[in-house]
């Protein structure tokens, strides 16, 4: 993907991708966070197990995240409007998923409509960085803090608003709303349109040597569309990465439990809420709360990246240490006001997490080639944490009855994460010391 400079002119418009961006992290990140307002309506409508319900939903996340790698390649195969396509399709993807799980009479119906949305959200969430990047080449760490503050604000917005829907016309009426809502998700891939100096763009190009390119009568002209679609997404996928950058291997595995994480926290946190007799609207604003802190988490890290006043790495381990006590301080919540402040604060790390994590991936890359390959896997090894974090909370409770016992799991792998982290930074500082002193001899 070329990042030259844009026209000063269409810096203006920049911010348009940056409000789209935003718009369409909204309907993503909230309507996944309104699982959670759904849960109990799933299990007992369903009559299956909180496992199961965790797993069906939790397949939403993981497809999104699955399919990261593939979208992402694609939008840079398919030159510089391909984001801008892709988004508009996975909007309408999503749409018609998310309108049919209305339709389910069992677990692993819901499960496969939510796995079709979560496609279909796939086909935005990393395709949408590609015109940030296009855009923004000094100032991403920004500009992605900001839109990225969209699922936060989601998170905020459209559970309450779930509760006020579950209310008035069920969790099937509920959920065509939000399937309908996202089609709002199309209108802003439209309006994501790339800087003039990338309309003829064609990243794919670049498979080929200056001197190879297919050309009429060579043997490249006999391969059958299929073949050379597959010789494409090869390339593309960028496999060498975790051949040539053993940083990058070390941290799909941390963000692999982060996954975990992410997905058992946004899923839980509410009916964790109504475990312990609290009304669903107040249940429902937790998630609220945990909404204002994640816009928060998510707006600082860009100044104190830009800045310098934080590497990318060590800003993760503190973010992760107070998350970790945030889950780990769950079993005293056991009045509305402490589960309001941890929700604050769990919502805050990991929303400040997320935008970290698209910049480490970023800065692992190195170069150009890379970058949407490593977001694209940072993505896909998230979501195969969120494979095991739902039903692995949801089978906590099914087995204890408690809840308690899912989060203080999850606080166990926010320390791991922790360390870990820790652990990689200390030695990649010694080893750029012991180099340092090596070339002053």
């Given at each position: 993907?070329?990042?030259?400079?844009?026209?000063?002119?269409?810096?203006?418009?920049?911010?348009?991708?940056?409000?789209?961006?935003?718009?369409?992290?909204?309907?993503?990140?909230?309507?996944?966070?309104?699982?959670?307002?759904?849960?109990?309506?799933?299990?007992?409508?369903?009559?299956?197990?909180?496992?199961?319900?965790?797993?069906?939903?939790?397949?939403?996340?993981?497809?999104?995240?699955?399919?990261?790698?593939?979208?992402?390649?694609?939008?840079?195969?398919?030159?510089?409007?391909?984001?801008?396509?892709?988004?508009?399709?996975?909007?309408?993807?999503?749409?018609?998923?998310?309108?049919?799980?209305?339709?389910?009479?069992?677990?692993?119906?819901?499960?496969?409509?939510?796995?079709?949305?979560?496609?279909?959200?796939?086909?935005?969430?990393?395709?949408?960085?590609?015109?940030?990047?296009?855009?923004?080449?000094?100032?991403?760490?920004?500009?992605?803090?900001?839109?990225?503050?969209?699922?936060?604000?989601?998170?905020?917005?459209?559970?309450?608003?779930?509760?006020?829907?579950?209310?008035?016309?069920?969790?099937?009426?509920?959920?065509?709303?939000?399937?309908?809502?996202?089609?709002?998700?199309?209108?802003?891939?439209?309006?994501?349109?790339?800087?003039?100096?990338?309309?003829?763009?064609?990243?794919?190009?670049?498979?080929?040597?200056?001197?190879?390119?297919?050309?009429?009568?060579?043997?490249?002209?006999?391969?059958?569309?299929?073949?050379?679609?597959?010789?494409?997404?090869?390339?593309?996928?960028?496999?060498?990465?975790?051949?040539?950058?053993?940083?990058?291997?070390?941290?799909?595995?941390?963000?692999?439990?982060?996954?975990?994480?992410?997905?058992?926290?946004h899923l839980f946190l509410v009916p964790n809420a109504l475990s312990q007799d609290i009304a669903l609207f107040d249940a429902a604003f937790l998630a609220s709360i945990?909404?204002?802190?994640?816009?928060?988490?998510?707006?600082?890290?860009?100044?104190?990246?830009?800045?310098?006043?934080?590497?990318?790495?060590?800003?993760?381990?503190?973010?992760?240490?107070?998350?970790?006590?945030?889950?780990?301080?769950?079993p005293l919540a056991t009045e509305y006001p402490l589960m309001a402040v941890l929700a604050f604060w769990a919502g805050l790390t990991i929303g400040a997490s997320y935008?970290?994590?698209?910049?480490?991936?970023?800065?692992?890359?190195?170069?150009?080639?890379?970058?949407?390959?490593?977001?694209?896997?940072?993505?896909?090894?998230?979501?195969?944490g969120a494979v095991i974090g739902g039903p692995l909370v949801g089978a906590t409770f099914d087995i204890t009855g408690y809840y308690h016992v899912g989060f203080l799991?999850?606080?166990?792998?926010?320390?791991?994460?922790?360390?870990?982290?820790?652990?990689?930074?200390?030695?990649?500082?010694?080893?750029?010391?012991?180099?340092?002193?090596?070339?002053?001899?």
């Amino acid at each position: 993907m070329a990042t030259q400079k844009p026209p000063s002119w269409e810096k203006y418009w920049g911010l348009v991708v940056v409000f789209s961006r935003f718009s369409a992290l909204f309907m993503l990140l909230g309507t996944y966070k309104s699982f959670g307002v759904l849960m109990d309506s799933y299990i007992y409508d369903l009559d299956t197990s909180a496992a199961e319900a965790g797993t069906a939903t939790v397949l939403f996340f993981a497809f999104v995240y699955f399919t990261a790698p593939i979208f992402g390649v694609l939008a840079d195969m398919m030159g510089s409007n391909g984001a801008r396509i892709l988004i508009m399709l996975g909007g309408i993807v999503s749409t018609i998923a998310m309108c049919l799980s209305a339709l389910s009479t069992t677990w692993y119906q819901l499960a496969f409509y939510l796995s079709l949305a979560g496609v279909g959200y796939g086909m935005v969430q990393v395709p949408t960085v590609a015109p940030l990047l296009m855009y923004f080449t000094d100032k991403f760490g920004l500009a992605n803090s900001i839109s990225a503050a969209g699922g936060a604000v989601g998170m905020i917005v459209l559970p309450p608003l779930t509760e006020r829907m579950i209310d008035n016309y069920g969790w099937r009426g509920a959920s065509i709303i939000l399937g309908v809502a996202s089609l709002h998700t199309t209108v802003a891939g439209a309006l994501m349109r790339p800087p003039s100096s990338f309309k003829e763009k064609r990243s794919y190009q670049r498979i080929y040597g200056n001197d190879d390119a297919p050309q009429d009568g060579t043997p490249y002209e006999s391969l059958t569309k299929v073949k050379r679609f597959a010789k494409l997404m090869q390339e593309q996928l960028s496999i060498d990465v975790f051949r040539k950058r053993p940083r990058f291997v070390v941290y799909q595995f941390i963000f692999l439990l982060a996954g975990v994480q992410f997905a058992g926290w946004h899923l839980f946190l509410v009916p964790n809420a109504l475990s312990q007799d609290i009304a669903l609207f107040d249940a429902a604003f937790l998630a609220s709360i945990g909404g204002i802190g994640n816009i928060i988490g998510r707006a600082f890290n860009g100044p104190l990246l830009d800045h310098n006043i934080f590497s990318d790495a060590m800003l993760f381990v503190l973010i992760h240490l107070v998350c970790a006590l945030s889950l780990l301080l769950d079993p005293l919540a056991t009045e509305y006001p402490l589960m309001a402040v941890l929700a604050f604060w769990a919502g805050l790390t990991i929303g400040a997490s997320y935008a970290v994590t698209i910049v480490i991936a970023k800065n692992l890359a190195e170069e150009e080639k890379y970058i949407m390959a490593a977001v694209g896997w940072t993505h896909f090894f998230m979501g195969f944490g969120a494979v095991i974090g739902g039903p692995l909370v949801g089978a906590t409770f099914d087995i204890t009855g408690y809840y308690h016992v899912g989060f203080l799991l999850m606080g166990g792998f926010e320390i791991l994460i922790t360390v870990s982290t820790f652990i990689e930074l200390m030695q990649r500082r010694y080893t750029q010391d012991l180099r340092a002193r090596y070339l002053l001899m």
